[in-house]
């Protein structure tokens, strides 16, 4: 479970210094209570509506799938949607229980009688019963009770036609609470196309490490949730299974996981969101601080993502996200495929830190402009980090092809060489490996690959457009990489100029008439 992970009262940074980075120390275990979340005994209306009747028969899960639409084909895109679009929901999906805020009269729950409020309609609703919430500003704070629910938002008054997430706005009335809190007796929640906002967290589900949960979050907003002394600003899942999908996370803070924060032994999957502007506070993970046993982070968009935004020289890890183990027995293994990642921010890790042991791949990812605070004059990884544990035996694995990695050169303030760089392409130690296949490695600033000396640390490249040496510390200073750390093989080449489509427009397409063409070519 996820004791070690979730940090529910305010944080203290309690850290040791390890391998070039901080390793989180265990905190006591975390609860609804300690986290000023405590439960109702029997979950029903915070405004006086009685909670529904007991029933016989126990929920048997979700009352129906949500249609995501066809997956998605070609490369990573830079997606910049800011209100999901919804449509009409499927005929499994009609409604059980209506909501309008607008509405007057009884409240019965019915499309002509609707309630006034969602507290209601969790307290009225059945077992996998299906609630439809009509646009309009709902100032509620929830516990989800256990009926397997379905919440869809969007409607227009009269629930004939639907519009968008941003329609339908739950806003926290009180800071200091979540908007949805979920117990561990919750086996499956599903929300869809509603704004989630100004809350302590915008949801938080607690699993049972026995039978974990599964939620479902989709086409949603989540915006300016989370506090700068708390993790997971937006999202908190402790051992619960979930798919976050085709949601936007935007201004949204937390000491880390500012968007989300997850892990146990579970499986999440993270598929085309967009992640803009989410701040961690303290030093890991600023958007995505993730120690779930199997993670699959697919087609996101992480935009202007930072940590240690608290710190007083800035820096950090992991501007956009972070994957990491809780121990050398709870390995995290991540996925990462045609994801964009621009303008994020950290001391090392700008885009993406692999740490403590985890095991990681990336495919058809695209990295580019994204930024490192100077640390001693010193730009490093702005980009990619690999970082283990300290200790033989606890470093990452990482394995990637197709990546196009360019202009990850850029220090805070966004200036171009305003510092020396180092493993601007990737920056490698804590007895950790990484290797690369097909992939464009581009303007990353000098020493642009970097592997920890005297640590057995491992950087492979094969068959790509990069630097063919790498640099390592050594008692005097940076010197060239031996071919035990760091291994280039002769398909790897540095041309003296790169023909992408466009890269003022974000186009990192290479163009077929290059001479290396369709090395690293993510849209292949």
Same mark, same amino acid.
């Given at each position: ?41 029997? *979950?029903?209306?915070?405004? #006086? ?5 007991? /029933?016989?028969? &126990?929920?048997?899960? $979700? %009352? =129906? +799938? !949500?249609?995501?639409? *066809?997956?998605?084909?070609? #490369? ?5 949607? /800011?209100?999901? &679009?919804?449509?009409? $929901? %499927? =005929? +499994? !999906? ?17 499309? &002509? ?5 969602? +507290? ?221 990642f621009t303008d994020n921010l950290a001391g090392i890790g700008g885009a993406v830190f692999v740490d403590d042991g985890s095991i990681v791949t990336m495919s058809h990812d695209l990295l580019y402009r ?49 510092a020396s760089a180092m493993g601007g392409n990737v920056y490698v130690e804590g007895f950790s490996k990484a290797s690369f296949t097909r992939s464009i490695f581009w303007n990353n600033g000098a020493n ?77």
């Amino acid at each position: 479970m996820l004791n070690t992970f979730l940090k529910l009262s305010v944080v203290t940074m309690a850290t040791m210094a390890v391998a070039g980075c901080y390793r989180d120390l265990p905190d006591a275990p975390a609860t609804l209570e300690s986290a000023g979340e405590t439960p109702p005994a029997e *979950p029903g209306s915070a405004d #006086g509506a009685p909670a529904a009747a007991p /029933t016989a028969a &126990a929920p048997s899960g $979700p %009352a =129906a +799938a !949500l249609d995501f639409g *066809p997956q998605p084909k070609g #490369g990573p895109s830079l997606d910049k949607v /800011t209100c999901p &679009a919804l449509t009409t $929901p %499927a =005929a +499994a !999906l009609a409604a059980t229980v209506y909501v309008d805020a607008s509405a007057t009269g009884a409240e019965v729950g019915t499309k &002509a009688a609707p309630f006034r409020t969602l +507290a209601k309609a969790f307290g009225g609703a059945a077992p996998r019963g299906v609630i439809w919430v009509a646009a309009g500003t709902y100032p509620e704070q929830l516990i989800v009770p256990n009926k397997d629910l379905t919440v869809l938002g969007g409607f227009a008054r009269g629930f004939a036609t639907r519009t968008s997430a941003c329609a339908t706005v739950l806003e926290a009335p009180n800071a200091n609470a979540p908007v949805f809190a979920a117990p561990s007796s919750v086996k499956s929640f599903t929300i869809e196309g509603m704004t989630i906002q100004k809350g302590m967290r915008g949801l938080v589900a607690f699993g049972d490490s026995r039978e974990p949960g599964s939620f479902t979050i989709a086409r949603c907003v989540f915006a300016e949730n989370g506090t700068t002394t708390t993790l997971g600003g937006a999202v908190t899942l402790d051992g619960v299974n979930a798919r976050i999908f085709g949601s936007v996370f935007r201004n949204n803070r937390a000491t880390k996981g500012a968007a989300v924060a997850s892990g146990g032994n579970v499986t999440l999957t993270i598929d085309q969101n967009v992640f803009d502007h989410n701040l961690g506070y303290s030093d890991h993970g600023g958007a995505l601080y993730i120690s779930a046993q199997k993670t699959k982070i697919s087609r996101n968009t992480f935009r202007g993502n930072a940590t240690g935004v608290g710190l007083p020289q800035g820096g950090g890890w992991g501007g956009a996200l972070i994957v990491y183990s809780n121990s050398l027995t709870e390995i995290a293994k991540a996925d990462l495929s045609y994801n964009v990642f621009t303008d994020n921010l950290a001391g090392i890790g700008g885009a993406v830190f692999v740490d403590d042991g985890s095991i990681v791949t990336m495919s058809h990812d695209l990295l580019y402009r994204n930024r490192s605070y100077p640390e001693g004059g010193v730009l490093r990884g702005s980009a990619l980090y690999v970082d283990g544990t300290g200790y033989q035996g606890g470093g990452s694995t990482f394995t990637a092809e197709y990546l196009t990695v360019a202009n990850n050169n850029y220090d805070h303030k966004g200036v171009v060489g305003a510092a020396s760089a180092m493993g601007g392409n990737v920056y490698v130690e804590g007895f950790s490996k990484a290797s690369f296949t097909r992939s464009i490695f581009w303007n990353n600033g000098a020493n642009p690959f970097y592997v920890g000396g005297g640590q057995a640390s491992l950087l492979t490249i094969d068959d790509s457009v990069a630097a063919t040496s790498c640099m390592s510390a050594t008692s005097t200073g940076l010197a060239p990489a031996s071919s035990t750390i760091c291994s280039i093989s002769a398909s790897v080449s540095l041309p003296s100029e790169m023909d992408f489509g466009d890269e003022g427009a974000d186009d990192y397409r290479e163009k077929p008439t290059a001479a290396h063409a369709n090395v690293g070519a993510f849209a292949l």
